[in-house]
């Protein structure tokens, strides 16, 4: 499937392409003492302190090293390509005469409504369209609709829109957490350095370890950045068995003239594309499925599994994944599935932290 | 005229004194876009109405935070981020509170006063330079913090105001010095004495005639964000010195074609 224009009709079924279960699953058992519980500021360490494993897609080979010497796996005019999404507070408590209900915005659709994960309650069933949503601060939504597939997802009209809704947003909503973490950490740990398009229900944590005093040292030894823009949804529907089925999404995404040019300056002068998280490959192979490099908003439904041919992204860094993710399947379209495993295992061995605020993985 | 067209700025404390004065003259010059930040919305819908007389077509946010508090930095940020587009040319480091009034000596200085007033003038300005450096960094962008003559000369009873400002110097030679490879440039004014409110609260035995009207010293704000200081940076200014003479003395010609240039 290609990137496309998204038309308005097709909102209602926003969700489709269910997984095949079965297929190429990632099975391992993480030991609970490998959740990253805390940013790494608050582990003692520079953000981009964090361990790096280096995987190199010709030979399989592993390499132990850490983020802030990412510089010696680069060259001149290699390409740096970042989410530039920010994170929103995404979560919110909608209070009722009846119940509570807890709001996990994952997308907002081409109409402003928003697709939005409907939890912490057992009255799900008391969600029916046209309910009405009060969060305080004059800001309420209207349920519409209930999604085909995933019964606690359902689309909202907010009654605010643009900055107005930000503000809001801001005022009332906490970043989306999990239940790894030891503390609700605020919504500042949950941003990468460079991010600047605010949007993303949950951060690109793959380019949370760069810092500035990383970046101006990679930009001094010639290496090049540009950004896209794909604003990342929800990492999990709370559901371990919707969870597993990898339900795609569609997703919008932003390519600017700027970031065009420097990809096809780097193509041209040899300049290897390294993509910063899954979100940058799924914007950077949608557009190359467009056959031409060129600024681009647009709309993907691009499925990148095991047997993709990758076209732009010669590389990637992305965080370690967690058993069955679906970011499992996109990585196997880098190396085979059996040479993720290995390297899994040896970063098990050697104590590697997972999720958002854990140790990175290099791909190229 | 139109020495700031196609600028996106963002102005703190701009409800009223030089902050009010600044977001005029700013619309004056054909800014793009400004975003106006204070604790009180009010003044803000005003100041928002004026502008609309000068500049009907101009984009003009208005929001109201306590940037005492890091929460609603990261709010201002956010619809900053978004009312520009994800780009930022000028940020006005203008916001600061005087602390208790009248102001007590250090000794006598309540240790919460203390922390409100080193959060609203020296973390904020950290803040929100370091939350929006992202959208600056790519097209390069001016960063004018505003201190005070109090920040180089520690007069009795102006107690946090003067050590915020302190910090806010520090601060600006920091950022200029770290930011020295990138097109992001910073740089700090010292407005001078003038008749603000918040002037005649600290020192209400003066007579305020004597001072200067904000509305006149807002010439080296505009110069600051516009492109032809774009050699300008890490340098602190008095506003209502020779500041033209400052700008000669670091080799900046009548060939760079401002009016100000010209003056010299």
Known sequence: ????????????????????????SHSFYLPPELNADRPPERRGLVRDQVRLLVLNRKTGATEHSRFDRLGDFLRPKDLLVFNSSRTLPAALIASGPQF????????????????????????????????????????????????????????????????????????????????????????????????????????PSAGRAFSWRLLFELRRKGVDTASVTLHAGLSSYLDDGLDRQHIASEEEYWISEATAKKIRRARKSGGRLIAIGTTVVRALESMAQQGDIRAQHAYTRLRITAGYRLQLSDGLLTGLHEPEASHLDLLAAFVPSVTIQRAYAEAIEQHYLWHEFGDVNLIM | M?????????????????GREIALAYATEGARGLVLVARTIEPLQRLKSDIARIAPEMQV??????????????????????????????????????????????????????????????????????????????????????????????????????ISKFGLEGLSQTWASELAETEVRVNWVDPGSMNTAMHRDAEPDEDPTTWADPADVTEIFVFLASDTSAHIRGQRFEAQSDWRQQLAAADVSAETGAPWATKI
């Open chain 1, 1 to 24: 499937m290609s990137a496309s224009a998204r038309k308005t009709d097709e909102v209602e079924n926003w969700v489709q392409h269910p997984r095949v279960a079965g297929v190429d």
């Open chain 1, 100 to 203: 509570d209900v807890e709001v996990r915005l994952a997308e907002r659709l081409p109409d402003g409504s928003w697709m939005a994960l409907l939890t912490g309650t057992q009255k799900e069933n008391r969600i029916v369209p046209e309910l009405l949503l009060d969060f305080g601060l004059d800001l309420t939504a209207t349920v519409i609709s209930q999604d085909a597939r995933i019964p606690a997802f359902w689309r909202l009209r907010f009654s605010k829109s643009g900055t107005d809704f930000l503000d809001r947003l801001y005022r009332l909503g906490e970043p989306i957490r999990y239940r790894y973490l030891s503390s609700p950490w605020s919504l500042s740990y949950y941003q990468n350095v460079y991010g600047h398009r605010p949007g993303g229900s949950e951060m």
């Open chain 2, 2 to 18: 139109n020495l700031l067209s196609d600028k996106f700025a963002l102005i703190t404390g701009a409800s009223r004194g030089l």
């Open chain 2, 61 to 162: 946010t208005v929001i109201q935070a306590d940037l005492g508090l890091p929460a609603d930095v990261e709010r201002v940020a956010a619809i900053t981020l978004e009312a520009c587009g994800g780009r930022l040319d000028v940020l006005i480091n203008n916001a600061s509170i005087l602390g208790p009034v009248p102001m007590p000596y250090l000794l006598d200085y309540p240790g919460d006063d203390f922390q409100q007033v080193l959060q609203v003038n020296l973390t904020a300005p950290f803040l929100l330079i370091q939350t929006l450096m992202g959208a600056m960094v790519d097209r390069g962008g001016s960063i004018i913090n505003v201190t005070s003559d109090a920040g180089r000369t520690g007069y009795p009873g102006w107690g946090a105001y003067g």
